[in-house]
């Protein structure tokens, strides 16, 4: 089902956003990128105002009418896979995942080799607040590694490291077995935990994302996905 999109104006940006194109963010850049036309030019602002039923918005010269229903689903992500709308030769995407029917994108990225918890949607405005740093919401991911996990490492990957020129450092981190051990970060950056644990000496086997939020991975196969339910969107706002 498909809902007529109201007759006013908004930010291109957020039209797109509310079309499923992709989040508000993501939208921003594609706009940059001289990907949109409006009314047959090319437009490189953001905030300029149009209104998807009277204005014809273009978006790789496919036009943009309608707000979709939206629909939210929680994706057990496999290893190989990328998190990324843009084709790519002998590459496996998430999103291929889905029905091609269904058009999604992915709320924030994992590496191709980390496995997990992964959003997929439709509603651009619901992945701007859950990506948007003011959110605030913990990601937990459970690492296992080839050494057995000494105190020491515990302490090094505590302090943190830098990571894209900044200095993080995770919310908490603890050992679970072994080999094993768990860490909760909140920034998100690039391949951030990864850092962590191997600047602390240990190598990883595997690296698996079980929570966003108050949203737990649970029992979900990898490969494997399902609706998310309501209760669920409201728990990811809650660490």
Do not use: W
């Not at 959110?135 to 302090?159: D, P, R, W």
């Not at 051990?181 to 951030?192: A, D, H, M, N, Y």
């Amino acid at each position: 089902m498909c809902y007529a999109f109201p007759m006013e104006k908004k930010r291109l940006s957020k039209a797109l956003a509310s079309a499923g194109i992709a989040s508000r963010r993501a939208c921003e850049e594609l706009i940059f990128e001289g990907k949109v036309t409006v009314n047959g030019e090319i437009i490189l602002k953001p905030e300029t105002h149009v209104n998807l039923g009277e204005d014809d918005v273009r978006f790789e010269d496919q036009r943009i009418r309608n707000e979709q229903e939206k629909i939210y689903y929680i994706l057990n992500k496999p290893t190989g896979c990328i998190c990324s709308n843009k084709p790519m030769d002998r590459k496996k995407l998430v999103i291929d995942l889905f029905p091609p029917e269904k058009r999604l994108f992915t709320v924030g990225r994992l590496d191709r080799d980390t496995t997990g918890l992964i959003i997929a949607t439709n509603d651009g405005d619901f992945a701007q607040r859950v990506i948007h740093p003011r959110a605030n919401i913990e990601k937990e991911y459970l690492v296992k590694t080839s050494q057995e996990v000494m105190h020491e490492h515990l302490q090094a990957i505590s302090k943190g490291a830098f990571v894209d020129g900044v200095y993080v450092r995770p919310v908490s981190v603890r050992k679970v077995r072994r080999g094993t051990l768990k860490v909760t970060v909140k920034e998100g950056r690039k391949r951030e935990v990864r850092v962590f644990v191997q600047k602390a000496g240990l190598s990883i086997l595997s690296l698996a994302r079980i929570r966003i939020g108050g949203l737990v991975l649970g029992t979900l196969v990898e490969g494997d996905y399902r609706e998310m339910q309501e209760h669920e969107k409201e728990a990811i706002f809650k660490n």
